[in-house]
């Protein structure tokens, strides 16, 4: 029963390091909104100083600089951001095991786990776990 306890120590501390990363990004994501905001009031007031102005020149010079595409990739990065976030937040730990046939993957996802047979068969000569499997710690 050591072992089994202890796996579920070690998973929920993988689980609580992540915690500090979400957050993170959290911070970064309202900077980054902060930052988008920013772009568009400069945006605004570029737009109203290009209307009162009558040097060509300064007009021309301002028209060339590109927030619109600064805003565009804040929010791509933001989206980047995001699903980073959501994935740092689960309070599940994903494993992929990848191999050949035969090779011990479903040894070793039973090892992990403490399952048995019942739970993740490895049958010689067939494709077991061949499929996304989803191992739920069971309720009390």
Request: glycine residues 6%; charged residues 30%; contains cysteine.
């Amino acid at each position: 029963m050591y072992t089994a306890i202890s796996r579920a120590e070690k998973i929920t501390s993988i689980i609580e390091k992540r915690r500090p990363l979400a957050e993170k990004i959290t911070g970064v994501e309202s900077n980054l909104q902060a930052l988008k905001s920013a772009l568009k009031t400069l945006e605004e007031n570029r737009d109203r100083i290009i209307n009162q102005v009558d040097d060509a020149e300064t007009v021309g010079r301002l028209r060339e600089i590109d927030l619109a595409t600064l805003q565009y990739k804040i929010t791509e990065e933001s989206k980047k951001l995001t699903v980073l976030r959501e994935r740092f937040s689960r309070q599940t730990l994903n494993i992929g095991v990848v191999g050949l046939m035969g090779q011990g993957k479903s040894t070793l996802l039973k090892s992990l786990s403490g399952l048995t047979d019942n739970e993740i068969p490895a049958l010689e000569g067939s494709a077991c776990t061949a499929v996304r499997s989803t191992i739920v710690k069971p309720r009390p």
